[in-house]
């Protein structure tokens, strides 16, 4: 399988302690530097001026000291009123349990940031008090109050449901637990990797974390059960209550950064741009034997540029602008109508490594197929009607790296239905059943709902990029990422169509898709490590 050339990858995990400083986009990411499975963590360090083309310097954060000798694991940085980062991360200690600790640049003035120190008086949290030594981690970006003291979340559970608990701290330094965490909830288990954030109501732009006005709503990110689900809410940073307009898994929505393979994410806001971005950790789906042997295992998602949705209710994610750089070779068509039972090849594009921007028009609703989406998992759905089961409005979409006789393919497509109240319910899902002649990678498909109208155009954005599709439905609304690992559609042999396997015919509004250029890697000592064929 190639390597993945539109963003870089590294040997295992999740993105750790993103920021922008001094010009420069930082990623740091947990990482095993010996081995492509999972063990030795440390922290890996990258930087980039344009969040597209990335320098891979030195390891920033290694286990070295009795508070994380079993693993430097995941964290957050924070940019202190002088300017300063600083870093917070979990470290398993000689007995294994998990400590929270403190490392500062030896430089600050190097932009580059390239070596860190780690604070003496390590570790600054430790679970007392009757927290679970073994679920104790990730603590996130901190933010300010109006009384100027700090506070950041670490990731645990109270009796085996999920919890944020809540530091508090004059100088970032002697850490106070809150007697009551920010959040909780006996619906989950543990949380992993919180994220807490401010989101501005009827605007574009981001906002820095210790920002707070009366036009902001808050996101809590939590990750459990494979997943990335999040909550919005209001913050009073007065008292530090949290209370969510609907909490975890207590709407059928279960709202969700993305619905395929995406975990442990992490945002940053971008001061240069005024944006929040959020990066993902993208698994294998494939062996771990096959990881050992390609060298390599999981990768980084597109970054994504995240922002409260007009209605309120959810966040919208869209590929950052910077990506549009990598454009190539274009190919368009409009008002191009698509009859049910047919599917036709978009030709002048290398398929393997593309970006796809279509929407469809739906001229005939009213037959549409009844279902209550409140009373049905879509994930389920989706796999019941694949995209070789006929429907009615539906399935239409995308079928990406596909093989000519379409015995490979991979399936993005929407279904429009019918609920209890004359409203339509709209279903996005990914396809992954026909993906590889491979028998030993997961195969499962993804789903979710979409709020969107389907008497207005319904959008769809793929990037696909050889092993790896990020799709974004309705624009941006519902995010599906899958991992394919196809053995015919390789390279040129991929290939790309539209389809609509529906009794009911469907418009092509307007279709845009583009080759993909590669991005540019270089290793630390500044020897490219890729050929770069523009």
């Keep these: 399988m190639a390597k993945m050339v ?4 590294f040997e295992h995990v999740d993105p750790n302690g993103p920021m922008y400083y001094k010009g420069i986009y930082h990623l740091f990411y947990q990482y095993n530097p010996y081995a492509a499975v999972w063990g030795n963590i440390t922290w890996g360090h990258a930087v980039s001026h344009n969040l597209i083309d990335w320098i891979d310097l030195e390891r920033a954060i290694e286990p070295t000291e009795p508070y994380d000798i079993n693993g ?10 002088g300017g300063n980062p600083v870093i917070l991360y979990t470290g398993a200690d000689f007995k294994n349990r998990q ?46 109050g109006p009384d100027k003291r700090w506070r950041v979340v670490v990731g645990s559970q109270i009796d085996g449901h999920g919890t944020a608990l809540l530091y508090r701290s004059k100088d970032f330094v002697t850490w106070t637990k809150s007697e009551k965490p920010l959040h909780f909830s006996n619906k989950t ?24 006005s009366k036009n902001s709503k808050h996101v809590l990110k939590a990750s459990f059960n494979d997943q990335d ?18 909490d975890f898994m207590e709407s059928y929505l279960k ?32 062996d771990k ?21 007009k209605n309120g209710k959810q966040l919208t994610q869209w590929p950052i602008k910077e990506i549009e750089r990598l454009r190539r070779k274009e190919v368009s068509l409009q008002n191009k109508g698509v009859k049910g039972g047919t599917a036709f090849e978009i030709t002048g594009i290398t398929a393997s490594q593309a970006d796809v921007e279509v929407s469809f028009h739906l001229p005939n609703l009213h037959d549409a197929e009844l279902m209550h989406p409140e009373k049905v998992d879509p994930k389920i759905l989706c796999s019941e009607k694949n995209a070789s089961t006929k429907g009615v409005i539906g399935p239409f979409g995308l079928m990406v790296l596909a093989s000519k006789n379409l015995t490979e393919r991979t399936a993005v497509f929407f279904r429009v239905f019918k609920s209890h109240d004359d409203k339509y319910a709209v279903l996005m899902c990914s396809d992954q059943s026909r993906s590889s002649l491979r028998k030993e990678v997961n195969k499962s498909s993804f789903g979710a709902f979409v709020d969107v109208d389907p008497k207005e155009n319904i959008s769809l954005r ?26 015919l559609a390789v390279g040129q042999e991929a290939h790309l169509y539209v389809f609509n396997y529906g009794t009911k015919s469907v418009t092509i509004s307007k279709l845009h898709g583009w080759s993909m250029g590669r991005a540019k890697i270089f290793p630390a000592h500044g020897k490219r490590m890729f050929p770069i064929p523009n």
Aim: with cysteine; aromatic share 14%.
């Design 6 to 9: 539109i963003v870089p990858q």
């Design 72 to 81: 430097c694991w995941s964290g957050s940085a924070t940019i202190l009123p």
């Design 99 to 144: 400590v929270q600790n403190l490392a500062e640049p030896k430089n600050p003035s190097d932009p580059y940031l390239k070596e860190w120190i780690k604070a003496k008086n390590n570790p600054l949290m430790t679970p007392i008090n009757g927290i679970d030594p073994q679920f104790f981690r990730d603590p996130t970006t901190a933010w300010q």
């Design 189 to 212: 288990k543990m949380w992993e990797c919180p994220d807490f954030y401010p989101v501005i109501v009827s605007r574009r732009n981001g906002l820095d974390t210790s920002v707070h």
């Design 229 to 246: 689900y999040y909550i919005i809410g209001t913050y009073n940073p007065e008292t530090d209550k949290f209370i969510p307009d609907v």
């Design 255 to 286: 709202l969700r950064y993305d619905y395929g393979i995406f975990y442990a994410s992490k945002t940053f806001y971008d001061s240069a741009k005024r944006r929040r971005i959020l990066w993902g950790w993208v698994t294998e789906a494939d």
């Design 289 to 309: 034997l096959d990881d050992i042997k390609k060298g390599w295992s999981g990768l980084q998602s597109i970054p994504r540029s995240i922002v409260l949705d």
């Design 462 to 487: 793929s990037l696909i990029d050889h092993s790896i599709v990020e799709s974004f439905g309705g624009g941006g609304k519902t995010c599906i990422t899958s991992r394919v690992y196809p053995e």
